[in-house]
């Protein structure tokens, strides 16, 4: 047993914050007292909070981990890591890997391969179509059963609209969601940051906001046709947000998701060619993110995603226009996030539920609460701890972040994952 006292519980599944203590006994929460001055029962452990917030655990719907295939740039055992030092317990693979997860020997394979070498829950996403190649659909049914929580192609979006109808119309009798990657491939062309001013003084060729907004609107009519659960993965301007505001007044089951990235970060730190920074989707005007920020308080934006894409050395050290997308970001989302907390754009609990008491919901998984019975997946964060962001200390196997040798604050010290500890600060180690 383990007795979590003195501490700033925070439900987010519930809103309800006050002092007090938690109690966890053979992997779940066996009791959450608000505002009690506990005993310690006999043979438990008890470690003193200081104050800080204890909440579910994040889950991370969107990570890629190198495993199968792309080993040199993540493993799960260093994704699992990195998730751990960021107070994320449930994190989503996705299926671009090498091969692909589009049938459920390799669904199984992620499983095992996680259940030996990972420290935090491991749930794959397996591909819509066969290959990530947009033509043929996997076997939705077969991949359910094998473990698959979602159905994506990752980077890539389902263009054909018959095929996107028809992986809808599978999706909906099996009770499946569908994760979109909302981008036109055609509009983005060789387009490598978003189409503006900026990009012209740059010289670099645009992505207008009508590549995402264009794939979104078809989406959801044919949502509206099918009924499936769909889910836009990361929405990054204000006309998308709009467009997700009036199918949820609709009633269309449609949720939607945004990268910290374009929450807190804006075109402008791209600077000089920062090729850490060049992502997909790309980071928008400071108007667009205000914009994201906006629905992430309103509730339009149901969840803030790491998106998660480490890449090696040799395809970031390029020009920015051949540089490939993506950035490290499991182990600097809470951070990067309270971010939103400090400027006033979001409250705590707002933010810890788009972190994890939405995800859990959309994923249907018990975690992302503060109750009795839930599992014991937690982290305690000390939202005001400072620090400046060394690549040399992070877990992951690549080190491109955006956030390098920015200043921080606001960081896990404590997480847990089936109530067993899977990452402890040394101070809090000290005082325990």
Not at 109 to 118: E, H, P
């Amino acid at each position: 047993m383990l007795l979590l006292t003195n501490a700033a519980l925070l439900d987010p599944a519930s809103g309800r914050e006050g002092p007090g203590h938690v109690l966890i006994r053979d992997g779940r929460i066996a009791d959450v007292a608000w505002g009690a001055e506990p005993g310690t029962p006999e043979g438990a452990k008890a470690i003193d909070c200081g104050g800080h917030v204890l909440a579910p655990g994040l889950i991370d719907m969107r990570a890629f981990v190198g495993e199968p295939g792309a080993e040199h740039r993540e493993t799960l055992a260093s994704a699992s890591a990195a998730a751990a030092a960021g107070g994320v317990t449930t994190l989503v693979c996705m299926p671009d890997t090498n091969p692909v997860i589009d049938g459920p020997a390799i669904v199984d394979f992620v499983l095992r391969r996680a259940r030996d070498t990972a420290c935090v829950n491991v749930l794959p996403a397996a591909a819509i179509t066969k290959g990530l190649a947009g033509q043929e659909m996997t076997e939705f049914g077969l991949l359910q059963e094998a473990g698959a929580v979602a159905f994506t192609d990752g980077l890539r979006a389902v263009t054909h609209a018959q095929v996107m109808r028809r992986a809808m119309t599978y999706a909906r009798d099996f009770g499946a969601l569908l994760m979109q990657h909302v981008e036109e491939p055609d509009l983005v062309g060789e387009g490598v940051m978003n189409e503006g001013e900026l990009a012209s003084r740059l010289g670099l060729m645009g992505i207008p906001r009508e590549a995402e907004t264009m794939m979104l609107e078809r989406d959801l009519r044919l949502v509206r046709l099918t009924g499936a659960r769909y889910h836009a993965a990361m929405i990054s301007c204000a006309d998308s947000v709009e467009i997700v505001r009036r199918a949820k007044a609709d009633g269309l089951p449609v949720t939607c998701g945004a990268s910290v990235n374009n929450l807190v970060l804006n075109e402008g730190d791209i600077g000089h060619y920062r090729t850490f920074c060049k992502l997909s989707p790309p980071l928008r005007g400071e108007a667009d993110r205000q914009a994201l920020a906006a629905a992430l308080n309103e509730g339009v934006i149901d969840v803030v995603v790491s998106d998660h894409n480490p890449q090696d050395v040799e395809t970031k050290r390029l020009p920015f226009a051949e540089a490939a997308d993506g950035a490290l970001g499991i182990e600097t989302l809470l951070g990067a996030s309270l971010r939103l907390v400090r400027a006033g754009d979001v409250s705590l609990a707002r933010l810890l539920a788009a972190l994890s008491a939405n995800p859990a919901r959309i994923l249907g998984r018990e975690a992302g609460r503060l109750a009795v019975g839930a599992p014991a997946d937690l982290v305690l964060i000390d939202p005001d701890v400072p620090y400046v962001l060394d690549k040399r200390t992070l877990k992951s196997r690549s080190k491109n972040s955006p956030f390098d040798e920015a200043r921080m604050q606001g960081a896990a010290v404590l997480t847990l994952v089936g109530g067993r500890i899977v990452h402890r600060s040394p101070d809090l180690a000290a005082a325990a």
